[in-house]
């Protein structure tokens, strides 16, 4: 089963070391992490989609409780919120393959940010299930490099995640 | 103008702190000069590991947070082991090291070892200070962070110059607010009531009992609840002392070194209420130990140990005097019935042990029983790790004292230096130790200590020339091949301790050692008693 994590933090140094620290210790296994600050300048939100059964789910969330600076744990609920991770992928591509390439981005609503002789780079922000997609149509042209930021993910409508 | 080192035993004052257990080295230099000028007693131990373990010791025996402080580098990482041992038995503790200055962090430099960073496995939280100002804040939130909810040591980590800096003024905080820590102490209600029902449906229920029975101090009101329900307690090792031994309802320790009427309660129960312990494997080495039906229901300060390692059907959290306080209101004199009841009085007549003796050597077992009763009735043991600790956990009769001993990390070494701390905090109580000839060795420098404070400790070593508890797992696991634990004859443990200044002697019956016994726990003078026991003697029937 794969969840998605919404965690607040005290923005200070340190805390993401504790979060991960703690990940690792309890061999919780991780897909991604993502952090940045929130409205509130003294406030991270750190979101974490991990794979596990429910018993690990609530152990992580009760062990991320723990963590003092932690200050808010929520598990966002299936198809009630929204995410995305920004792609970039630099794919090999020769003058003849270029338009085939041009092609995929439009299907798929990608930005193509770098054209070069031989490369190109897509820029795609999409749910982590798409990127997918993106990258297995652009394998057989040789990809050259892939970055992820990890997904982020925010509640629809009215709910939120707040301290 | 105020320094920071002079903050720093501001702060220990305003928390109350009347000793600090420690080891000084350059970086620390500034907090210790400032010590000199206060009343804050100062135990020097004689190596920090020890000061860590009796600073336990102090903790579990006043029931105030214990401290201890180290220099950078060595000293800091000879910590470890004791903020390890403090974390594992949820022992409060404030560990206050220097660090390098605030301008040299992260070069490498002379001493300099990332502590926080080593010890984040193994405290409830730490600092590493930046800025001086922020030191009263810090040390408030410090003791509140390790006192409150499940308890826990906190480390404080302050580079040599932050204490050396000048600040206008002190003013200790009044209150303390951080956004993520807010333990909740109050059962909740609803839970409450569906625990009270389920107690009312049981057949044949049991309490077992941990270390956050005595460590929120509730020991008496389940005393009170188990005499009100006549519902039968078991205890982890922890747990020892929530009950005096021979109280009618108590059936002893469970788990692989336990009692087998403890066990065996804990078979045949269909309703289990655990109250502060969070059942490691020693305890319940498979779930299904608990008789396989056998409903839950776990009351415990910390929600994350509820549903960790046993199933729960009723999880209750909150702090274990209020929690009990509410069952012994809507339990409403509840009693169960006479079946169990008369079952369970069968099964503790029925597994009174036997123990086989050995000619020319000291029974420990019946030792330890006969010494329970040689000592005043408020006395604190401490074990070490090993068989001398489940001796003691099997056989230490309590009536009103403690037992002390780390059941959650098993630090050989813990005995002595935990008693220093014990010591240092009740000195109206007798202080018995009971270690192996191994442990004793892991902290035998502290006789120093011991001598030099004149604490009326008494320490009895039991010595059968072997890591006995390992060998004793070879001899069932490993086809009896002894690899690593067998210890000579040497040193002579008698010589060793008048080389202190501590009177000792030697002992090899039951008689003898009995006599000796009778006599040192007149004085007020520290003894070793060294007690030959035959490395044959097992840790349980
Ligand atoms: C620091 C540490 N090292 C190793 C162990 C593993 N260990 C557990 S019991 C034991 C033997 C203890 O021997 P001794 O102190 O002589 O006590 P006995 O079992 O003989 O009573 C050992 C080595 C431990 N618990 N702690």
């Known amino acids: 089963m794969q969840y998605t994590l919404s965690i607040l933090v005290e923005n200070q140094?340190?805390?993401l070391s504790k979060i991960s620290g703690l990940f690792s210790r309890r061999s919780f296994n991780i897909d991604s992490l993502a952090v940045g600050v929130t409205a509130d300048p003294t406030v991270s939100r750190i979101t974490v989609v991990a794979n596990g059964d429910e018993y690990v789910v609530e152990q992580l969330e009760k062990q991320l409780n723990k963590v003092i600076p932690v200050i808010k744990v929520k598990r966002l609920t299936e198809g009630e919120f929204i995410s995305r991770e920004l792609s970039l992928i630099k794919v090999h591509c020769s003058a003849a393959k270029r338009f085939e390439l041009i092609k995929i981005a439009e299907l798929m609503d990608a930005k193509i940010v770098d054209v070069a002789s031989s490369t190109v780079t897509f820029e795609y922000c999409e749910t982590a299930e798409k990127i997918q997609t993106l990258i297995d149509l652009l394998k057989p042209y040789g990809i050259r490099e892939i970055v992820r930021t990890g997904t982020v993910a925010i509640d629809k409508g009215k709910a939120q995640v707040s301290t | 103008m105020i320094s920071g080192a002079e903050i720093i035993v501001k702060c220990l004052e305003a928390e109350g702190v009347d000793t600090v257990f420690g080891y000084p080295g350059a970086t620390i230099c500034p907090f210790y000069d400032s010590l000199y000028d206060s009343n804050i007693k100062?135990?020097?131990v004689r190596q920090e590991q020890n000061?860590?373990?009796a600073a336990s010791g102090y903790a579990r025996a006043c029931m105030k947070p214990g401290v201890c402080v180290a220099t950078s580098g060595p000293g800091a990482t000879n910590l470890i082991t004791g903020i390890a041992t403090a974390y594992m038995d949820s022992i409060p503790m404030i560990a206050i090291t220097g660090q390098v200055r605030s301008d040299l962090l992260g070069r490498d430099v002379f001493q300099e070892a990332d502590i926080t960073g080593a010890c984040e496995p193994f405290t409830k939280h730490s600092y590493l200070v930046e800025r001086t100002a922020d030191l009263p804040r810090i040390f408030k939130e410090a003791f509140h962070i390790a006192t409150t909810g499940r308890p826990g040591p906190v480390l404080i980590d302050i580079p040599q110059d932050?204490?050396?800096?000048?600040?206008?003024?002190?003013e200790y905080p009044k209150t303390v607010d951080i956004k993520g820590y807010k333990p909740n102490t109050k059962g909740h209600s609803v839970q409450v009531q569906r625990a009270v029902e389920l107690i009312k449906k049981a057949k044949r229920p049991v309490i077992v009992a941990g270390g956050g029975v005595l460590s929120s101090?509730?020991?008496?009101?389940?005393?009170?609840?188990?005499?009100?329900?006549?519902?039968?307690?078991?205890?982890t090792m922890m747990g020892i002392g929530v009950m005096p031994s021979d109280h009618p309802l108590y059936l002893g320790m469970l788990g692989t070194h336990g009692r087998k009427c403890a066990n065996t309660a804990l078979h045949k129960t269909d309703l289990t209420i655990v109250c502060g312990a969070r059942l490691g494997d020693r305890a319940i080495a498979s779930p299904?130990?608990?008789?396989?039906?056998a409903k839950v229901i776990h009351i415990d300060i910390d929600p994350a140990e509820i549903g960790k390692n046993v199933k729960t059907t009723v999880p209750i959290v909150g702090d274990m005097n209020n929690v009990l306080k509410q069952l012994i209101n809507d339990i409403d004199g509840f009693k169960i019935n006479d079946e169990w009841d008369s079952e369970v009085k069968e099964l503790k007549a029925h597994f009174q042990s036997k123990i086989s003796t050995f000619e020319g050597y000291v029974e420990p077992r019946t030792l330890i029983n006969k010494l329970s009763f040689m000592l005043k009735s408020k006395a604190i043991l401490c074990a070490d790790v090993g068989q001398n600790q489940i001796w003691c956990a099997n056989n230490f009769r309590i009536r009103e004292g403690r037992f002390l001993t780390t059941g959650g990390m098993?630090?050989?070494?813990?005995?002595?230096?935990?008693a220093i701390g014990a010591k240092m905090a009740r000195k109206d109580r007798d202080v018995v130790v009971v270690c192996g000839d191994g442990s004793f060795q892991m902290s035998l420098n502290e006789l120093s200590t011991i001598a030099q404070n004149n604490l009326n400790i008494k320490i009895i070593v039991m010595r059968n020339q072997r890591l006995g508890m390992v060998r004793e797992l070879q001899d069932k696991i490993y086809n009896c091949r002894h690899s690593a634990t067998i210890l000579n004859d040497k040193p002579d443990f008698v010589a060793l301790a008048k080389a202190y200044g501590i009177d000792s002697a030697?002992?090899?019956?039951?008689?003898?050692?009995?006599?000796f016994v009778k006599n040192i726990v007149e004085s007020d003078k520290p003894f070793v008693l060294v007690c030959n026991v035959h490395p044959d003697t097992p840790s349980i029937l």
Request: hydrophobic share 40%; glycine share 8%.
């Open chain 1, 13 to 15: 140094a340190g805390v």
């Open chain 2, 42 to 44: 100062h135990v020097l």
């Open chain 2, 51 to 53: 000061a860590a373990h």
């Open chain 2, 162 to 170: 932050l204490q050396e800096n000048m600040l206008e003024s002190f």
């Open chain 2, 217 to 235: 101090g509730a020991k008496l009101k389940l005393q009170k609840f188990a005499e009100i329900t006549q519902i039968p307690v078991l205890s």
């Open chain 2, 288 to 293: 299904d130990q608990m008789g396989t039906r």
């Open chain 2, 410 to 418: 098993g630090t050989m070494g813990y005995s002595v230096p935990a």
């Open chain 2, 506 to 515: 030697e002992v090899s019956s039951n008689e003898e050692a009995e006599k």
